[in-house]
């Protein structure tokens, strides 16, 4: 597991040992996916897919060559299959998550649609591209690397984490007067973050792992991020509705129902803008825990 990562760990070694764990929840939560309708299935596949394609970006300057090569395809994979799961997670979010009270009809359409998104991340989960990329995986984690990796996790996660920590820091620059793509680009620069920081972690076993520092930040990361999502939600909730609209029969009157849960997406902006300002002082005011 990541945790046996330390702070001499070379980076290249580190990138590969991660890659092993995301491939081994990604392979325990597609078998879910395949068998049964849960929705934690296809959710946990999602986020073993997000991890994988996070530390696959995180590492990349620590391979060249070949190495590198195959690190941008192996993230290339990845993305398609996010893509090929997403519609089945978006839609159960915002049926469960993001709307209340949904009437009858618009379950029974919606009910439909989700196993059509189903069936379209299993397709993909089971199909031989799948398999390549799974082999694809295997080769790159148990690769021995000529000449061997050399450097320090910990040199290599003060640079990668300042430089992600800055970028935030300018993404949310006057966050009260960002835009929703503005917000959406804030969101991607903190979820990265957040991905770093957590995978970096061990690397500071003396000054930081496990500490209070390390949580507080970590912490602070996920809410920012929780706090972006809900601002992203409205957004997300407006293609289900689109979905969901196209793919009801003449004789399923979801117009009316479906604009009632429109109008409901698309309230209380103004409790999230300040919940999103709060989590962004909160963030600014909590120490780098690999600079304590």
């Not at 649609?113 to 694809?136: I, N, Y």
Request: with cysteine; glycine share 4%.
């Amino acid at each position: 597991m990541a945790s046996a990562l330390a702070p001499d760990t070379p980076p290249d070694a580190a990138l590969r040992q991660i890659v092993a764990d995301c491939q081994a929840d990604l392979l325990k939560h597609r078998a879910i996916v395949l068998k049964s309708i849960r929705p934690e299935g296809i959710h946990q596949t999602r986020v073993a897919l997000r991890r994988l394609r996070a530390v696959l970006g995180l590492f990349q300057g620590a391979v060249d060559g070949a190495d590198a090569r195959t690190v941008r395809a192996l993230s290339a994979e990845a993305r398609w299959l996010a893509g090929e799961c997403a519609p089945a997670r978006d839609l159960h979010v915002f049926l469960t998550e993001t709307a209340s009270d949904v009437p009858a009809i618009v379950k029974r359409v919606a009910n439909r649609v989700a196993r059509s998104h189903l069936e379209r991340a299993r397709t993909a989960l089971a199909a031989k591209r799948f398999g390549d990329f799974d082999r694809q995986l295997t080769a790159f984690t148990k690769a021995i690397p000529d000449p061997p990796p050399i450097g320090r996790l910990e040199e290599f996660g003060r640079v990668v984490l300042d430089q992600r920590h800055a970028k935030v820091q300018h993404r949310g620059h006057r966050i009260e007067d960002l835009d929703g793509k503005q917000l959406h680009r804030l969101r991607i620069a903190i979820k990265k973050l957040r991905y770093a920081s957590t995978f970096l972690r061990p690397a500071f076993v003396g000054n930081g792992f496990d500490s209070p520092e390390s949580k507080a930040y970590i912490d602070a990361t996920e809410r920012l991020q929780s706090a972006l999502g809900a601002m992203n939600d409205r957004e997300v909730a407006e293609q289900m509705i689109a979905d969901i609209a196209q793919a009801a029969r003449p004789t399923e009157a979801v117009d009316k129902p479906l604009a009632r849960l429109a109008r409901q997406a698309a309230s209380g902006n103004k409790r999230r803008r300040q919940k999103l300002e709060r989590a962004w002082k909160r963030f600014r005011k909590t120490e780098r825990f690999w600079r304590v």
